[in-house]
Structure formats: structure tokens, C-alpha cells
């Protein structure tokens, strides 16, 4: 079930209010970076610690950064000499960060002025089994006109994605319904995981995959966040020709072979890698689909379509 929206106040207010950790991504969001780092500055939630992170952008968003840190001297700075990815990124950042529950924070997203309250307030009210709470967000342009929400009514009392709460490795393996910048992560969860792994391009499905499997995930019923959409975003590059995502997305189905259970979960499995199967073929990355092939074979009996794949890809090696 989702939780319905509580009340900011009783968050904000409370005497012991844990530490939130924000930890703000940077590489080359200059024309976004003020409207975030401002966004951090309206939230409601006084218990925050702010690391500011730059992956060695280029674009003169290391100089933006450093003006908000002297303003701020209550929040880190932490500019990288190279580009490291933001897995590693943001490990560097969440090692030395001391919060309760974590925010993965892209520089060229906007938090909206209640999201860590009412998301600190959500998971007080939840099982101690809670190792994330996610949200709806809005989805926005370049220019920051909305587009629309992650979340949508789907015309008959529910929303699509169909958002899902409680123990949802199935759910995670099977679709995409998890709007990533709206997560708010307990430190214990992330931390029984070793943080984000470092040898991935991306994080949030293997955080997901690997977290779902001892964790239960909430969905918060509000908008919380505003995701930019824009070309040189993140899910902007993924499964376009010679995209660096495939590869990690190989290596995480892998590690879900290791973790399923039950047959739900396997069928789930065998979906996932059925349709990266289809789009690793669509862009004729002829490795990648003998690769996941070969692991669709370990999770089920391949059917007709995807043994004929398998043979094209041979074929056009």
C-alpha cells in the first residue's frame, strides 16, 4: 500500500529530528545548479547535512559550488580532480556523511520546500523494514516548464507506473516505476549494500535490485521533487547506440540470478532480461545479446523469438 502524504509540521518540529544527508551530484549542471542548491537552502527540514559534490565538470559549476560553500559553512565541499562517475561520487560523499536517511541529489533536479519532511515523516510511521521511501515528482523541461508527472491517473482510480510498497524485488525486476530522484534511503540499507556499486555507469537499479531483496520500499503519495529532462540527462543516454549503461544493466540481472526465490520473482527475472535481450538486438549489440542469451538459459527455456536473436547475433558477429 502507499502512504498518503503526512503532515510536514509534526517532522520539522520534533526535538529529535534525525540528520538528513543530501548529497548534491554535480558534472556540467551550471545552467540548473543555483535552482537546486536553492532548493536545498527552502526545505522546510532543519536537520540537514549538505555535501556539494562536482565531478570535475568544465562547465564553471565548480565556481557556483564554491560560492554557495562559503555562504553556507555548514556544508561540504568536495570538487574532484576527475571524472570518476557517480557511483564513485557519491560514495566519496556518503562515507563521510553521518544522516539518518540519505538523498541521492542530481544538481540539475529541484526538491520542492516540504519533500525531506514529509518523507522523514513518512518513514516514522513505517516498519523498521523500510530501507527506502520514493514519491511522484514532476517531470520538467529544460527552461523548467512542467511536462507532466511521473505518476499519472490511469482513468480508473490508480496511477501508471502503478507505483508498489512492501517487499517489491519482483516488482523492481519486472518494470520501471521507481521515479529515482524523489528516494529518500535509510543509512542502514545503504550501508548493508557497501553504498552504490563502482563498477556500474548508473546506480538506482542495482540499488533497487539489491536493497528489495532484505528491505521493504514505500511510495509516498505526493510530489515531492521536480526531474529535469533534458539531452544530456542521465536517462536522456540510456539505450541510445554505444551507451555505457548496457553493460551494468548485464551485470545487475546477474547479481538478480543470485538473489530471486520464489517464482514470482524468477518470472520477473526472465521478463527483465527478455526485454534488454530486445533492445540490446534493436541497436545490434551483438555481444550483449549472446551475453543475455546465455543468462535468460540460466533463469528459463528461451522460447522461439529470443533463440532466433541468439542465432542472428552469431551470425553477425
Given at each position: 500500500m502507499a502512504a498518503s502524504a503526512p503532515t510536514a509540521s509534526s517532522a520539522s518540529a520534533h526535538p529529535a529530528a534525525p540528520v538528513v544527508t543530501v548529497v548534491a551530484l554535480c558534472h556540467n549542471h551550471a545552467p540548473f545548479l543555483r535552482e537546486a542548491l536553492d532548493s536545498i537552502l527552502a526545505q522546510t527540514y532543519p536537520q540537514l547535512e549538505v555535501w556539494l559534490v562536482d565531478d570535475a565538470s568544465t562547465d564553471g559549476s565548480p565556481a557556483i559550488l564554491r560560492e554557495y560553500a562559503a555562504r553556507c559553512p555548514g556544508w561540504h565541499l568536495l570538487l574532484l580532480p576527475e571524472n570518476v562517475g557517480n557511483c564513485r561520487a557519491f560514495n566519496q560523499a556518503f562515507r563521510q556523511s553521518r544522516g539518518e536517511f540519505v538523498i541521492d541529489f542530481a544538481t540539475d533536479d529541484v526538491l520542492l520546500p516540504e519533500r525531506v519532511a514529509l518523507q522523514v515523516a513518512a518513514f516514522r510511521s513505517a516498519d523498521a523494514t523500510v530501507g527506502m521511501v520514493y514519491s511522484n515528482a514532476e517531470l520538467i523541461d529544460e527552461a523548467g516548464h512542467l511536462l507532466g508527472r511521473h505518476h499519472q491517473p490511469d482513468g480508473a482510480g490508480g496511477l501508471r507506473p502503478r507505483p508498489a510498497s512492501g517487499w517489491v524485488l519482483a516488482d523492481v525486476l519486472a518494470r520501471y516505476f521507481i521515479s529515482t530522484p524523489t528516494m529518500l534511503m535509510r543509512r542502514a540499507c545503504l550501508a548493508a549494500l557497501g553504498g552504490y556499486d563502482e563498477t556500474l555507469a548508473y546506480e538506482d537499479?542495482?540499488?533497487?535490485?539489491?536493497?528489495?531483496?532484505?528491505?521493504?520500499?514505500?511510495?509516498?503519495?505526493?510530489?515531492?521533487?521536480?526531474?529535469?529532462?533534458?539531452?544530456?540527462?542521465?536517462?536522456?543516454?540510456?539505450?541510445?547506440?554505444?551507451?555505457?549503461?548496457?553493460?551494468?544493466?548485464?551485470?545487475?540481472?546477474?547479481?538478480?540470478?543470485?538473489?530471486?526465490?520464489?517464482?514470482?520473482?524468477?518470472?520477473?527475472?526472465?521478463?527483465?532480461?527478455?526485454?534488454?535481450?530486445?533492445?540490446?538486438?534493436?541497436r545490434r549489440r551483438h555481444a550483449e545479446v549472446r551475453e543475455l542469451y546465455s543468462l535468460l538459459r540460466q533463469v528459463t527455456r528461451p522460447a522461439l523469438p529470443e533463440r532466433a536473436l541468439a542465432i542472428w547475433s552469431g551470425l553477425f558477429a
Open positions: 537499479f542495482d540499488f533497487w535490485v539489491r536493497a528489495s531483496r532484505d528491505w521493504q520500499f514505500l511510495y509516498l503519495d505526493a510530489v515531492t521533487t521536480r526531474k529535469r529532462k533534458h539531452p544530456r540527462s542521465m536517462s536522456a543516454r540510456a539505450y541510445q547506440p554505444h551507451d555505457p549503461y548496457l553493460t551494468s544493466t548485464i551485470r545487475v540481472c546477474e547479481k538478480a540470478l543470485a538473489l530471486v526465490r520464489t517464482p514470482a520473482e524468477r518470472r520477473a527475472l526472465a521478463t527483465r532480461v527478455r526485454w534488454e535481450l530486445r533492445q540490446a538486438a534493436r
